[in-house]
C-alpha cells in the first residue's frame, strides 16, 4: 500500500539522517582524542579509557547500523556542492 | 530554454560545433567580443545527473578542449533564452576572461588517496583501549603524511590546486591539480611513484580532465 511504504521510507529516512549525525559526532570525537594524544600530557589511565570509550561509541554505531540495515555508504549523504557529510 | 556548455573564445568554438549536443540537438556559439558561449536549444529538458547526459556534457567540453582553452561549465547548466547568455557574458567579461588566461594550455588532474583496508574491523573482543586509540593515532599521521607527500610532489608540478576533501573516515584525500599539458605525464609518472610510497594508502589518479574545478573565480 502506498502509504506504509512512504511510513517506511520515511522512517528508515530519518534513521539514516539521525545514524549519520551519531557517526558524524563520533568521527569527531575520534579526532579530538587523537589531537589529545598528540598533543602529550595524557596519563596510561586516560589513554586506555578514552580508546574504551571510542571503541564502545563504534561498536554501538555497528549494532545500531545493522538494526536499521545501513552500511557505512548509507551514511555518506552527498550535499551537493557542500561535498560529502562525512 | 537553452543549455549551456562552456564558454571559451570565438575562434576555438566555430571548429568545435561538428559534435552533437545532449539529445542530439545542434551546438551553437554566442559571442561577446573575445568571448564566446556553446549551448544548444531545448524545448524542455531537466537534465537529471543521468550517467548517458553527464558523459555526453563531458564530451562535448572535450571536444572544445582539442581546439583550444575552455571553461567548462557544471552539468545542467539551464537558461530561458539567448539574451540572458549575452548578458552573462557582458556582465563577467573581464572575470571570464582573467579565468580563460587562468587554464590556457592546461588541464586537471584530480588524485583521490583512500585508506587501503577501509573495512578492516578496528578491534576485536580483547582489543585494549590504548591498543585501539594508538592504531588510531598512528592511522592518522600516516594519513597526515601522505597528504603533505602528495602535495609537496604534485603540487610542484601544478599551477594550482584544489582539495575537495581530507581526514574523513572514508578518504585521506581527494585534490585536483592544474597542470600545464606539458607537464601531464610527468605528472602522471610521479603520482604513480608517489602511490607506491604512501603506506597503508591506493591513489587513483583521473585525466587530463577539462578544468572543471578552476573554471571560476579563484579567491
Known amino acids: ?86 | 530554454m537553452i543549455y549551456v556548455y562552456a564558454i571559451s573564445e570565438p575562434t576555438v568554438t566555430r571548429s568545435a560545433l561538428k559534435q552533437r549536443g545532449l539529445g542530439g540537438a545542434t551546438l551553437r556559439t554566442l559571442e561577446r567580443g573575445d568571448l564566446a558561449a556553446i549551448y544548444s536549444h531545448h524545448r524542455s529538458l531537466s537534465p537529471a545527473p543521468l550517467r548517458k547526459l553527464v558523459l555526453h556534457h563531458d564530451r562535448v567540453i572535450k571536444a572544445i578542449m582539442a581546439t583550444g582553452t575552455v571553461l567548462p561549465l557544471r552539468f545542467g547548466t539551464q537558461l530561458e533564452h539567448e539574451e540572458q547568455l549575452g548578458d552573462l557574458l557582458a556582465a563577467r567579461h573581464d572575470e571570464l576572461r582573467r579565468s580563460l588566461e587562468r587554464v590556457r594550455g592546461k588541464a586537471e588532474l584530480g588524485v583521490r588517496v583512500i585508506p587501503a583496508h577501509a573495512s578492516a574491523p578496528r578491534r576485536r573482543g580483547d582489543t585494549k583501549g590504548r591498543d585501539y586509540l594508538l592504531d588510531r593515532v598512528r592511522s592518522h599521521r600516516r594519513h597526515q603524511q601522505a597528504v603533505d607527500d602528495v602535495h609537496a610532489v604534485l603540487g610542484a608540478l601544478s599551477e594550482a590546486s584544489s582539495v575537495r576533501e581530507t581526514g574523513t573516515a572514508e578518504t585521506v584525500l581527494v585534490a585536483a591539480y592544474l597542470v600545464d599539458q606539458s607537464r601531464v605525464g610527468e605528472f602522471r609518472l610521479q603520482a604513480e611513484r608517489l602511490a607506491g610510497r604512501l603506506p597503508g594508502t591506493r591513489m587513483i589518479v583521473t585525466g587530463p580532465l577539462p578544468p572543471y574545478s578552476f573554471a571560476e573565480q579563484q579567491r
Open chain 1, 1 to 86: 500500500m502506498r502509504v506504509e511504504a512512504d511510513k517506511q521510507d520515511v522512517a528508515r529516512g530519518l534513521a539514516q539522517l539521525v545514524l549519520t549525525l551519531i557517526e558524524l559526532l563520533r568521527q569527531l570525537m575520534e579526532r579530538q582524542a587523537i589531537r589529545r594524544v598528540e598533543a602529550g600530557g595524557l596519563s596510561a589511565d586516560e589513554i586506555e579509557r578514552l580508546g574504551q570509550a571510542l571503541m564502545a561509541l563504534e561498536q554501538r554505531m555497528d549494532e545500531l547500523k545493522e538494526d536499521f540495515g545501513l552500511t557505512t555508504e548509507d551514511l555518506n549523504l552527498d550535499l551537493g556542492p557542500l561535498g560529502r557529510l562525512l
